[in-house]
């Protein structure tokens, strides 16, 4: 079965301190990966995707990801973190082989960045 | 640059009556998505439409729920008879490509009484 698994509920960082918030996933094909971000009260915003080609895939407000095929892992990161970062981090994959786009969402990741 | 639109933004309603949640998706979009989130927890799939019919329903979709596309721009949610628990935000979504990132909507924040 396919599934997202976002291992903490929440990460705790300080500003301009590293982040990376984590990602693992299980599908049958190959993977389409995708992070969002939804502040509070807020939709969801696309961050980044990985489709194919370079591992490491860069995506809005300085965040990065790196599929990892291996580890079946698609971590987000970012090299300084800023208090504006505090948001609810949504991993997220489809199958390539679903002929309905459906997307799997991991829980959520709350990330606190304190200044 | 074009956005998907909701509304309303919020609907507050009582047990068992309708409710009709509309979306505007981008134009030239041909998959159209809605999900739910219950407030601060995990985004659901709720159903995934394409070429004027359902894809795809999750088991959240029951009998209760139904989709439409009336014309070539609004795609709706109706909830026939509204339960507490359905009390949720309520995401649009599309995308014009199977490649592509899904356009969210703001949503619509849904309150059952």
């Known amino acids: 079965a396919q599934s997202v698994a976002q291992p903490e509920d929440q990460v705790n960082v300080a500003e301009g301190n590293p982040l990376t918030v984590k990602c693992t996933y299980s599908?049958?094909?190959?993977?389409?990966l995708f992070w969002y971000v939804q502040y509070p009260n807020r939709g969801l915003q696309f961050l980044l995707k990985y489709i194919t080609g370079d591992n490491l895939v860069k995506g809005s407000y300085g965040f990065e990801a790196e599929f990892n095929k291996s580890q079946t892992s698609f971590h987000l990161k970012k090299p300084s973190a800023l208090v504006s970062d505090s948001a609810l981090y949504f991993c997220a994959v489809r199958d390539i082989r679903d002929s309905n786009y459906q997307l799997i969402w991991g829980a959520g990741t709350k990330l606190i960045i304190k200044p | 640059e074009p956005e998907v639109t909701q509304t309303p933004s919020h609907q507050v309603t009582q047990m068992g009556q309708e409710v009709i949640l509309r979306c505007v998706p981008i134009?030239?979009?041909?998959?159209f998505y809605w999900y739910r989130q219950i407030l601060g927890q995990k985004v659901e799939f709720l159903v995934s439409f394409y070429n004027n019919e359902i894809s795809e329903k999750s088991e959240i979709f029951d009998d209760q729920f139904s989709v439409e596309r009336p014309d070539g721009s609004n795609f709706t949610l109706k909830i026939r008879s509204t339960k507490l628990e359905d009390s949720a935000m309520y995401f649009c979504a599309s995308i014009p490509r199977v490649v592509d990132e899904q356009y969210f909507g703001p949503g619509t924040r849904l309150t059952v009484t």
């Open positions: 134009s030239n979009h041909l998959y």
């Open positions: 599908v049958s094909g190959n993977p389409y």
